[in-house]
């Protein structure tokens, strides 16, 4: 059973604390993402990777920054955290996607999320 | 700007009987689609998915159907169970975006007994 596994799922922190939340996918993925959910809003996209050592900005960076030091595992830093930064966040996976309507890569596997609470 | 959105932030329905959950999107460049499924306190789940060359497809109790020029889809589950209840996250993705998903706002779909 393929797994996308977020090591918190709650965290409670203070405002200004740096904050690590930790990705790690066993399904040797080349995508991998970082999304938050928040009521009314949905999933917003807030950074991504296609390869080691490789990321790109969402639709929401800042005050994020990432690093992919190895293929298997996608972590999301908060250099320091702010209140409005308190949400769920949530990992994601997919392959690499080749043809134009690919399907498989399309489908990103989520893990199951980690509850950030920012005091 | 939301890219994609889904109007009807809940959806109540009895067992049974049909449940659609709508949602439209603005990018012209979207060509593939999906629904996801999420319980609370886990991650989403795939649903089904439909690519701009079909207008319908069908995996068991869910269809999912494609009116591309009026930029437009929506998700039928028929029929209801109460194991539905969940919000419902449509999403999109171009060709050449990097296979990242624009999401919806979400459906909360409630299936009542």
């Known amino acids: 059973d393929v797994k996308v596994t977020q090591s918190s799922r709650y965290l409670v922190k203070r405002t200004g604390e740096k904050v690590f939340l930790e990705c790690v996918q066993d399904?040797?993925?080349?995508?991998m993402f970082w999304y938050r959910q928040d009521p009314g809003l949905g999933l917003r996209l807030i950074y991504f990777s296609y390869d080691v050592k490789m990321k790109e900005k969402g639709d929401i960076p800042e005050g994020y920054s990432v690093s992919r030091e190895k293929k298997e595992r996608f972590s999301l830093i908060l250099e320091s955290a702010s209140t409005n930064q308190t949400s769920m966040y949530l990992c994601a996976s997919s392959p690499l996607g080749a043809t134009r309507i690919s399907s498989g890569a399309n489908v990103l596997t989520f893990g199951a999320g980690s509850r950030l609470t920012v005091l | 700007d939301q890219q994609v959105k889904q109007n009807s932030p809940s959806l109540s329905v009895q067992e049974g009987r049909i449940s659609i959950l709508n949602c439209d999107y603005t990018n012209s460049m979207f060509d593939y689609f999906l629904w996801y499924k999420k319980y609370p306190a886990e991650g989403p789940t795939f649903l089904i998915s439909?690519?701009?060359?079909?207008d319908k497809n069908e995996d068991g109790r869910f269809t999912v159907f494609l009116n591309k020029s009026a930029k437009h889809l929506s998700l039928h589950i028929v029929p209801s169970q109460p194991g539905d209840s969940a919000v419902y996250f449509c999403?999109?993705?171009?060709?050449?975006?990097?296979?990242?998903?624009?999401f919806g706002t979400g459906t909360q779909l409630k299936v009542e007994l």
């Open positions: 439909i690519s701009s060359i079909k």
């Open positions: 999403a999109a993705s171009e060709t050449g975006g990097g296979n990242k998903l624009t």
């Open positions: 399904m040797d993925h080349e995508n």
